[in-house]
T-cell receptor
Framework: GQQLNQSPQSMFIQEGEDVSMNCTSSSIFNTWLWYKQDPGEGPVLLIALYKAGELTSNGRLTAQFGITRKDSFLNISASIPSDVGIYFCAGQSDSGGSNYKLTFGKGTLLTVNP | KAGVTQTPRYLIKTRGQQVTLSCSPISGHRSVSWYQQTPGQGLQFLFEYFSETQRNKGNFPGRFSGRQFSNSRSEMNVSTLELGDSALYLC?????????????FGPGTRLTVL
């Protein structure tokens, strides 16, 4: 089946630093999504990307849909303590009746030291 | 307005038993998707229901089943539980069943199989 390789697995940074994480796939995706999950809660959508080359920002977050459609990255600028959590990428390649049939990366655990 | 609610939040079962998990979507939402989250496999799509019909399913054995009622509430059932079924089961609801921006996750049900 499809797999997403997300890296790094974890990051420990100082408040104010910028963060970058990425996902790569062996197959093409039509949509790339980035989520954040806090302990005890479900994932929350941060950014959705719909076409190759697209660069989208949401506050201090910026994500890009790779030109090859096989990768995506997420940048967080000027990190703050509340950025702590697990960040997931997800791709969607074949709706087959459901847009929500997603393939997820294993996540990046971000720790921010105040 | 109330978010997605899942009951129970925690559940302990033994191998061979069956379990039913419940998801109440946001009022007015017609789509409910289910996902399994484990440390090893990450988040995996189980199935999606829209207007009481299953629109797609992931690569899980037939022991995993679900249904949706006319009020959009959904249940998933796992029969003949195995140790590997221990996971956080997340459901997500959306209004139209197409947009990622309108899909919201519940906090999950933590299932432990002993």
């Amino acid at each position: 089946g499809q797999q997403l390789n997300q890296s790094p697995q974890s990051m420990f940074i100082q408040e104010g630093e910028d963060v970058s994480m990425n996902c790569t796939s062996s197959s093409i995706f039509n949509t790339w999504l980035w989520y954040k999950q806090d302990p005890g809660e479900g994932p929350v959508l941060l950014i959705a990307l719909y076409k190759a080359g697209e660069l989208t920002s949401n506050g201090r977050l910026t994500a890009q849909f790779g030109i090859t459609r096989k990768d995506s990255f997420l940048n967080i600028s000027a990190s703050i303590p509340s950025d702590v959590g697990i960040y997931f990428c997800a791709g969607q390649s074949d709706s087959g009746g459901s847009n929500y049939k997603l393939t997820f990366g294993k996540g990046t655990l971000l720790t921010v030291n105040p | 307005k109330a978010g997605v609610t899942q009951t129970p939040r925690y559940l302990i079962k033994t191998r061979g038993q069956q379990v039913t998990l419940s998801c109440s979507p946001i009022s007015g939402h017609r789509s409910v998707s289910w996902y399994q989250q484990t440390p090893g496999q990450g988040l995996q799509f189980l199935f999606e229901y829209f207007s009481e019909t299953q629109r797609n399913k992931g690569n899980f054995p037939g022991r995993f089943s679900g249904r949706q009622f006319s009020n959009s509430r959904s249940e998933m059932n796992v029969s003949t539980l195995e140790l590997g079924d221990s996971a956080l089961y997340l459901c997500a609801s959306s209004l139209t069943g197409y947009s990622y921006n309108e899909q919201f996750f519940g906090p999950g049900t933590r299932l432990t199989v002993l």
